[in-house]
């Protein structure tokens, strides 16, 4: 099982970044994959969840309205357009894919996003 995030870098404030996680190993299009961040000395926060079909989203407060998660089932990925970026959403930012139905789930290992003038 892999979930490989990519698409993290230094970007100003107001600048947009896509990331994107590639799964394999797994029944991708069977798991709910959600996107968290954690800032240093910080707990981990939930960002954005999307369900196996894709057919419903969910955002933190924090980033509604600024911040999208889509999936593509074909290519194994799910995305995280993140526009209007703020420097509190410096943060390494991590996928999660969890089995529809259970509490088992697989983590990547995160990608860096610092926003910074």
């Known amino acids: 099982v892999q979930l490989v995030e990519s698409g993290g870098g230094l970007v100003q404030p107001g600048g947009s970044l896509r990331l994107s996680c590639a799964a394999s190993?797994?029944?991708?299009?069977?798991?709910?994959m959600s996107w968290y961040r954690q800032a240093p000395g910080t707990l981990r926060e939930l960002v954005a969840t999307?369900?196996?079909?894709?057919?419903?989203?969910d955002y933190a407060d924090s980033v509604k309205g600024r911040f999208t998660i889509s999936r593509d089932n074909a290519r194994n990925t799910v995305y995280l357009q993140m526009n209007s970026l703020k420097p509190e959403d410096t943060a390494l930012y991590y996928c999660?894919?969890?089995?529809?139905?259970?509490?088992?789930?697989?983590w990547g290992q995160g990608t860096q996003v610092t926003v910074s003038s």
């Open positions: 999660r894919a969890r089995r529809v139905g259970t509490q088992r789930a697989y």
């Open positions: 190993g797994f029944s991708f299009s069977n798991y709910v």
């Open positions: 999307i369900t196996s079909t894709g057919g419903s989203t």
